[in-house]
């Protein structure tokens, strides 16, 4: 009997999109009979649902309770408590036969409630550095399955990766001209993927070092939810270290500079940066630590990444993860 599965992903992408390549993974296997998604109120998360065609059931949340202004906290508690409520009814509405949690602070009332009603429930943490809500599932008794082979505050975690989003690398032409840009053949791209802290001043402090190099050397920022076109033109990338942008770079072979967002919480970014890097080989910045030096040195590391062979046009996808995810779900299942 086919399962109806329910995917709890919200905050922002890192959470969203692997949630997303899960769940389109487990119907194009015919794995489930449905899958629906419940995601929080920002605006930013009903866009990112919404480029891929996905309703998700809103609950009251705008962001973490922690944190912020006192009057904006009250304002979350206020909304974490409504979401117990409306959780409490689209679970009695749904009955989900298994549910899928890919962390964030909207992954908390249907941790309890999952719990509560005997709804087998799976927790996927995509950082090397587990958040709040994933130690919580764990000591819950909530199998944990790990994005990375290191996952910190976790015991025993099911290391089955990070799902990515299944995308078509298009020719270097057909990408520049949905891009708008202008490519000559002997140019070097390097896209730049700015997170939270923004890509213009990644893109700005990229740029000085370019001078050096002995190829012209063109800087694009992601634009847009789609990264076909992104990753297509992209010949190496420079980026924060959000677990599955790197992700996706790892399992579509793409060269990353990463220089992790120092504000992020427990220094998961560059816990990611470092896991990552051991993984890839390939050069991380500390912001702090390292001094421009050290910057020039990295990005020349990155200019050598660089190959020039490029790899074949065509569908690109890596389901390794999504596969790992459900296998753990049914080994437990059979237990």
Not at 81 to 87: A, E, P, V
Not at 266 to 277: G, I, L, P, R, T
Request: glycine fraction near 12%; aromatic fraction near 8%.
């Amino acid at each position: 009997m086919k399962k109806k599965v329910l995917i709890v992903a919200g905050g922002t992408g890192g959470h969203i999109f692997p949630g997303v390549a899960f769940g389109r993974w487990i119907l194009d296997q015919g794995k489930a009979e449905s899958v629906v998604y419940i995601s929080g109120s920002r605006p930013l998360e009903a866009e990112i649902y919404a480029s891929c065609g996905i309703e998700p059931y809103c609950l009251a949340l705008s962001g973490s309770p922690l944190g912020g202004s006192l009057w904006r906290g009250l304002g979350r508690c206020a909304g974490l408590f409504r979401s117990f409520i409306d959780t409490k009814y689209f679970l009695r509405k749904e009955m989900p036969d298994v549910c899928f949690l890919f962390g964030s602070y909207v992954s908390l009332a249907p941790l309890l409630w999952c719990k509560w009603l005997g709804v087998p429930t799976i927790a996927h943490e995509q950082n090397a550095c587990a958040g709040k809500i994933t130690k919580l599932a764990s000591r819950m008794g909530v199998p944990v399955a790990s994005g990375w082979k290191e996952c910190r505050g976790v015991s025993n975690p099911f290391h089955v990766g990070v799902p990515v989003r299944s995308f078509r690398r298009l020719s270097r032409q057909e990408a520049a001209s949905v891009l708008g840009i202008t490519a000559d053949p002997g140019d070097l791209v390097i896209g730049v993927i700015g997170g939270s802290l923004g890509s213009a001043q990644l893109s700005a402090l990229v740029d000085r070092l370019s001078g050096g190099a002995k190829r012209k050397i063109q800087f694009i920022a992601a634009r847009s939810w789609d990264m076909a076109p992104f990753y297509s033109l992209s010949d190496a990338v420079v980026c924060r270290a959000g677990a599955s942008t790197l992700a996706e770079l790892a399992a579509y072979g793409v060269p990353a500079l990463t220089i992790p967002w120092h504000g992020a919480a427990d220094a998961h970014q560059e816990a990611n940066a470092k896991v990552f890097s051991a993984l890839t080989g390939n050069p991380v910045w500390i912001e702090g630590e390292h001094d421009e030096k050290n910057l020039e040195e990295a990005f020349g590391k990155l200019l050598e990444r660089v190959s020039s062979a490029r790899k074949a046009d065509g569908d690109l996808a890596d389901n390794t993860a999504s596969s790992a995810l459900w296998r753990l779900f049914m080994q437990r299942e059979q237990r």
